[in-house]
T-cell receptor, first 116, second 112 residues
């Protein structure tokens, strides 16, 4: 079991550039979650998918953020244009209990984003 | 009021000490409860689920009080390797999908 795989591990970009974060969930997991973590706000849920369908995107900060899950083994989180306040660690997580949260999630190692 | 609130600490304890963390949640319809552990610059990892009857896993004991909307984690005989941030996690009720809400975390440092 390779776990949840995220790429890149680190990203440094200039303000205004497009950033794309990638996630491969654990095979067989049917729910996928994108979180953002900062010192000030802790872990915040941005969006989650169940069976590749976005269920709740109320945590997405604004229109600059978008997420897709074209198939069961891949998801992207895109920020366009990026701003310095987007600097954070972005985690992807997956679960296999139909998203009922009974077993918790498995997190990827995260992408540390710095926007300068 | 935050959905999940924890004492941020930090807690600094010597090896062998017993330490307890508390957490409160605001949604009385919450259904599932967990403790996660996060090491510095690492991802959160599931430590244990929390059941209504209370449950134990080695040196770790979790308790849930639904009436008070209160969750606790007790660590006995603490080790240096227990140093980490402990996150209280709650699954909201009223939905069939597992949206988990995380507390801000409690920092624990165990020293020799």
């Amino acid at each position: 079991d390779a776990g949840v795989i995220q790429s890149p591990r680190h990203e440094v970009t200039e303000m205004g550039q497009e950033v794309t974060l990638r996630c491969k969930p654990i095979s067989g997991h049917n729910s996928l979650f994108w979180y953002r973590q900062t010192m000030m706000r802790g872990l915040e849920l941005l969006i989650y998918f169940n069976n590749n369908v976005p269920i709740d995107d109320s945590g997405m900060p604004e229109d600059r953020f978008s997420a897709k899950m074209p198939n069961a083994s891949f998801s992207t989180l895109k920020i366009q244009p990026s701003e310095p306040r987007d600097s954070a660690v972005y985690f992807c997580a997956s679960s296999n209990d139909r998203g009922r949260g009974l077993r918790g999630y498995t997190f990827g190692s995260g992408t540390r984003l710095t926007v300068v | 009021r935050k959905e999940v609130e924890q004492d941020p600490g930090p807690f600094n304890v010597p090896e062998g000490a017993t330490v307890a963390f508390n957490c409160t949640y605001s949604n009385s319809a919450s259904q599932s409860f967990f403790w996660y552990r996060q090491d510095c610059r690492k991802e959160p990892k599931l430590l244990m689920s929390v059941y209504s009857s209370g449950n134990e896993d080695g040196r770790f004991t979790a308790q849930l009080n639904r009436a008070s909307q209160y969750i606790s984690l007790l660590i006995r005989d603490s080790k240096l390797s227990d140093s980490a941030t402990y996150l209280c996690v709650v699954k909201a009720g009223g939905t069939s999908y597992g949206k988990l809400t995380f507390g801000q975390g409690t920092i624990l440092t165990v020293h020799p």
